[in-house]
């Protein structure tokens, strides 16, 4: 099984950038849907982009424009790229995995996005953005 470790977060200003990076090991990301999540206080875990096995993209509307997901195989690390971040983009950010043979992950596009798709996940990395 896959295990997932994410680095990268920290505090910026309004329209600065970050890059998280999710590091896997034990399997490869290549063989599952990956995902990046985040979590504010007090509010409900929710999807902002996904990636998957193939490599296709997808982004939640409140990112669109301003985060890339990536992957390299040859790194076996999934990516996130923040750009223009702003105040409230701050959360705790998580990666995860979706296993490929998870029906509502292959055939729903828009469930990519859903956090109870995802089976295994990272600890967590903190991003701050202040005005």
């Known amino acids: 099984q896959v295990q997932l470790v994410e680095s990268g977060g920290g505090s910026v200003q309004a329209g600065g950038s970050l890059r998280l990076s999710c590091a896997a090991s034990g399997d490869a990301l290549s063989e599952y849907f990956g995902g990046w999540f985040r979590q504010a206080p007090g509010k409900e875990r929710e999807g902002v982009a996904a990636?998957?096995?193939?490599?296709?993209?997808g982004y939640a509307d409140s990112v669109k424009d301003r985060f890339t997901i990536s992957r390299d195989n040859a790194k076996n690390t999934l990516y996130l790229e923040m750009n223009n971040l702003k105040p409230e983009d701050t959360a705790m950010y998580y990666c995860?995995?979706?296993?490929?043979?998870?029906?509502?992950?292959?055939?729903?596009?828009?469930?990519?996005?859903?956090?109870?798709?995802?089976?295994?996940w990272g600890q967590g990395a903190q991003v701050s953005v202040s005005s």
């Open positions: 990636m998957t096995p193939f490599g296709t993209p």
């Open positions: 995860a995995t979706g296993l490929v043979g998870n029906w509502v992950l292959r055939s729903q596009p828009e469930a990519r996005l859903n956090p109870s798709e995802y089976n295994t």
